[in-house]
């Protein structure tokens, strides 16, 4: 399969992935869960993914970017993916009542045991969905990403509404580990055993390198809502838990799922010795010239979005939506920071920045705590710029890119996220303010801006706008559209 074709599927499952888990979060926030219950889930979640970060024990980089790959290493990585999935399960579990403790919440605890039983069926998956991500197989991925999601919405929105609380969301998770395994193994066989543990020297080695790397990033990006819950309320950790949430749902909603595309298309690269440099400036063109505008709308637009989808009593989530929105723009205008160094064998130089990395998010984070929610939100914006500067140089050297060229990008993806978010500015400033504002009035202002955007994609230039043309004309309805326009003729 192509790029652009990966790309493709890579958009359909991350929309209809969205579009499912939107609308289950959406009822069951506006239904079933008060922001104090889906709080105490959100810490047990980001507790056990604070362990879960070694999941695949880099299974999934490392299989993607091997040149070559036999059937014997296959049944290797199969083999460390069951072992470590025991060990994460285990220790989840045994997290469970010191967490609770901690927290003094009783329910957190069994909510905890359920969640690392999910980990128990993530061997079934690992492997087959690395495997197919390697052989650019999106439409496979695509079929056990969309099926692992509708499985968990209907378990959380069945549960929710019998009562279950909390506890829905967890035993959702549960489904979904088994329904991501079941899907995964029909579509590409690749189970856990034969054990076969010979051999293992390459694999470990990587591996070990990659958990460290990926603990310490779980530090800084998975601990915010232990650190809310800790110092301030679970009102509080509910409400910036959403706003994080609909933040991260709304940029992968935008961004296509491309980085999981753009990995093994860099390694294939990577091993015709092609410059890498040209081909990250596309991406730098992409993801700036699409999720800038988006990410800035929504931060323009989270009063009304938060009144419309959750109701009144989750408006604390507006502010910080706000915040954390604009955030993404600094942390997307380098894309690929962890993928292209572990790809280029820079690993340690990775270790040592995402060190700094962590201690910068969560000393800043913790120092926004003192003024409450609000500035729990607004540590992240001084976080995303020096984020930004810390990388900067790094990945310039590492790949190889034109700086000015860079720089011409961020200005044209400026200019057109300007554009983009003066109707809804406009309509603000002159006809409904943002606690009045309807909803066919938003609308409009949206599809202003779309327009307006897209039309100042083409006076600039931008050099996004050719693979954005292209994607759109690989979408299945469009080419079905263009079919029957030309039988028409």
């Given at each position: 399969?192509?790029?652009?074709?990966?790309?493709?599927?890579?958009?359909?499952?991350?929309?209809?992935?969205?579009?499912?888990?939107?609308?289950?979060?959406?009822?069951?926030s506006r239904f079933f869960m008060a922001p104090a219950e889906v709080g105490l889930f959100s810490i047990a979640l980001a507790a056990a993914l604070l362990v879960a970060i070694l999941q695949d024990f880099g299974l999934s980089r490392y299989i993607s970017g091997l040149a070559e790959l036999d059937r014997d290493e296959v049944r290797r990585c199969s083999s460390v993916a069951l072992l470590f999935s025991l060990a994460i399960a285990a220790a989840i579990a045994a997290l469970a009542w010191p967490m609770a403790a901690t927290y003094r919440q009783p329910d957190l605890g069994p909510i905890l045991a359920i969640i690392a039983a999910s980990y128990l069926f993530l061997p079934l998956s690992v492997v087959p969905m690395a495997l197919m991500a390697r052989t650019m197989?999106?439409?496979?991925?695509?079929?056990?990403?969309?099926?692992?999601?509708?499985?968990?919405?209907?378990?959380?929105?069945?549960?929710?509404?019998?009562?279950?609380?909390?506890?829905?969301?967890?035993?959702?998770?549960?489904?979904?580990?088994?329904?991501?395994?079941?899907?995964?193994?029909?579509?590409?066989?690749?189970?856990?055993?034969?054990?076969?543990?010979?051999?293992?020297?390459?694999?470990?080695?990587?591996?070990?390198?990659?958990?460290?790397?990926?603990?310490?990033?779980?530090?800084?990006?998975?601990?915010?809502?232990?650190?809310?819950?800790?110092?301030?309320?679970?009102?509080?950790?509910?409400?910036?838990?959403?706003?994080?949430?609909?933040?991260?749902?709304?940029?992968?909603?935008?961004?296509?799922?491309?980085?999981?595309?753009?990995?093994?298309?860099?390694?294939?690269?990577?091993?015709?010795?092609?410059?890498?440099?040209?081909?990250?400036?596309?991406?730098?063109?992409?993801?700036?010239?699409?999720?800038?505008?988006?990410?800035?709308?929504?931060?323009?637009?989270?009063?009304?979005?938060?009144?419309?989808?959750?109701?009144?009593?989750?408006?604390?989530?507006?502010?910080?939506?706000?915040?954390?929105?604009?955030?993404?723009?600094?942390?997307?205008?380098?894309?690929?920071?962890?993928?292209?160094?572990?790809?280029?064998?820079?690993?340690?130089?990775?270790?040592?920045?995402?060190?700094?990395?962590?201690?910068?998010?969560?000393?800043?984070?913790?120092?926004?705590?003192?003024?409450?929610?609000?500035?729990?939100?607004?540590?992240?914006?001084?976080?995303?710029?020096?984020?930004?500067?810390?990388?900067?140089?790094?990945?310039?050297?590492?790949?190889?890119?034109?700086?000015?060229?860079?720089?011409?990008?961020?200005?044209?993806?400026?200019?057109?996220?300007?554009?983009?978010?003066?109707?809804?500015?406009?309509?603000?400033?002159?006809?409904?303010?943002?606690?009045?504002?309807?909803?066919?009035?938003?609308?409009?202002?949206?599809?202003?801006?779309?327009?307006?955007?897209?039309?100042?994609?083409?006076?600039?230039?931008?050099?996004?706008?050719?693979?954005?043309?292209?994607?759109?004309?690989?979408?299945?309805?469009?080419?079905?559209?263009?079919?029957?326009?030309?039988?028409?003729?």
């Amino acid at each position: 399969m192509s790029v652009r074709g990966a790309a493709v599927w890579a958009m359909v499952a991350q929309y209809a992935s969205f579009a499912i888990q939107f609308a289950s979060s959406v009822i069951i926030s506006r239904f079933f869960m008060a922001p104090a219950e889906v709080g105490l889930f959100s810490i047990a979640l980001a507790a056990a993914l604070l362990v879960a970060i070694l999941q695949d024990f880099g299974l999934s980089r490392y299989i993607s970017g091997l040149a070559e790959l036999d059937r014997d290493e296959v049944r290797r990585c199969s083999s460390v993916a069951l072992l470590f999935s025991l060990a994460i399960a285990a220790a989840i579990a045994a997290l469970a009542w010191p967490m609770a403790a901690t927290y003094r919440q009783p329910d957190l605890g069994p909510i905890l045991a359920i969640i690392a039983a999910s980990y128990l069926f993530l061997p079934l998956s690992v492997v087959p969905m690395a495997l197919m991500a390697r052989t650019m197989q999106f439409h496979r991925l695509a079929a056990v990403n969309v099926g692992a999601a509708a499985i968990q919405a209907g378990v959380a929105l069945t549960l929710a509404a019998l009562g279950f609380s909390s506890f829905a969301l967890a035993w959702a998770t549960v489904a979904a580990g088994i329904g991501r395994g079941l899907i995964a193994q029909a579509l590409r066989p690749a189970p856990p055993w034969p054990l076969r543990f010979d051999s293992l020297r390459e694999v470990l080695s990587f591996g070990t390198r990659s958990s460290v790397l990926y603990l310490s990033g779980a530090l800084g990006t998975r601990t915010p809502d232990l650190i809310v819950g800790k110092l301030l309320t679970l009102t509080a950790v509910g409400l910036y838990s959403r706003a994080t949430s609909l933040s991260d749902q709304f940029r992968q909603l935008i961004s296509g799922a491309i980085g999981s595309v753009m990995y093994p298309a860099f390694a294939r690269m990577r091993d015709r010795g092609e410059p890498l440099g040209p081909a990250y400036l596309r991406v730098c063109a992409g993801y700036s010239a699409v999720i800038w505008p988006g990410m800035t709308g929504l931060a323009l637009a989270s009063e009304p979005i938060v009144r419309l989808l959750y109701g009144e009593l989750w408006m604390g989530v507006a502010p910080l939506l706000a915040m954390i929105a604009l955030t993404e723009l600094m942390l997307v205008a380098l894309p690929l920071v962890i993928d292209l160094p572990i790809l280029l064998g820079k690993l340690n130089r990775l270790l040592a920045l995402n060190l700094v990395d962590t201690l910068l998010s969560i000393s800043l984070l913790a120092i926004g705590c003192l003024w409450g929610v609000e500035g729990a939100a607004a540590s992240r914006l001084i976080y995303g710029a020096a984020w930004l500067c810390l990388y900067a140089r790094f990945i310039h050297r590492l790949v190889g890119f034109d700086a000015r060229a860079l720089l011409a990008i961020y200005a044209r993806s400026g200019a057109a996220t300007l554009v983009a978010v003066t109707p809804l500015a406009l309509a603000y400033l002159f006809w409904m303010p943002p606690a009045t504002i309807t909803f066919p009035v938003l609308l409009v202002a949206v599809a202003l801006g779309v327009a307006g955007w897209f039309a100042t994609l083409f006076i600039v230039r931008h050099p996004a706008l050719d693979d954005l043309l292209g994607l759109a004309a690989s979408l299945p309805v469009i080419r079905v559209i263009g079919r029957r326009l030309a039988a028409l003729h």
